[in-house]
């Protein structure tokens, strides 16, 4: 399995609803990632897992909640969203093998994310 | 912290045509630096990237170079093909974070 795969594809949401997006790959990577994208806008990094544990929160305000329970799954909770949250929320991972100079980033699909 | 500078925002040239973007970088530390392309509401795919000991590198009709004094590096297509349209971002990688150019939008005119 080569991919990244996240779930659901589509999410609308309330501001007052709780919900979680789902990322998931079994390439035996170590760090997973969560970014935000607008449109016409690049990948906006918000967190960083490496070996399941947080290493970079890009000053994300809380209503987003990241969550790795194991090293294959990452997922992002969300509650209270504003109207400014709907956006593209693309999940990647890298191997980061610190032996390593560089370490590829492969990116899933994406939840097109809209909060009303 | 890393800030990557990205040019043109858009870009048209006509099928069978090159394409080039430039990119420049800030943080002489930054070692990676990866092009992706982003068809419209799919993920950025990598397409070709190039690691600070190596000046230039290429892959059938994409090329990439990379002056480390000067700190930029451009994309250069090619034989440009209909299939080539799409947005393409530059980025720098220096510890675990990818910072992204704001992309270049490049259409292939038949």
């Known amino acids: 399995d080569t991919e990244v795969t996240q779930t659901p594809k589509h999410l609308v949401m309330g501001m007052t609803n709780k919900k979680s997006l789902k990322c998931e790959q079994h390439?035996?990577?170590?760090?997973m990632y969560w970014y935000k994208q607008k449109a016409k806008k690049p990948p906006e990094l918000m967190f960083v897992?490496?070996?399941?544990?947080?290493?970079i929160n890009e000053s994300v305000p809380s209503r987003f909640s990241p969550e790795c329970p194991n090293s294959s799954l990452l997922n992002l909770h969300l509650h209270a969203l504003q109207p400014e949250d709907s956006a593209l929320y693309l999940c990647?991972?890298?191997?980061?093998?610190?032996?390593?100079?560089?370490?590829?980033?492969?990116f899933g699909p994406g939840t097109r994310l809209t909060v009303l | 912290g890393e800030n990557v500078e990205q040019h043109p925002s858009t870009l048209s040239v006509q099928e069978g045509d090159s394409a080039v973007i430039k990119c420049t970088y800030s943080d002489s530390a930054s070692n990676y630096f990866p092009w992706y392309k982003q068809e419209l509401g799919k993920r950025p795919q990598l397409i070709i990237d190039i690691r600070s000991n190596v000046g230039e590198k290429k892959d059938q009709r994409i090329a990439v170079t990379l002056n480390k004094t000067a700190k930029h590096f451009s994309l250069h297509i090619t034989e440009t093909q209909p299939e080539d349209s799409a947005v393409y971002f530059c980025?720098?990688?220096?510890?675990?974070?990818?910072?992204f150019g704001q992309g270049t939008r490049l259409t292939i005119n038949p």
């Open positions: 990647a991972s890298s191997r980061d093998d610190p032996r390593l100079a560089y370490n590829e980033q492969f």
């Open positions: 390439m035996g990577h170590r760090a």
């Open positions: 980025a720098g990688q220096g510890a675990q974070k990818l910072v």
């Open positions: 897992y490496s070996y399941e544990k947080l290493s």
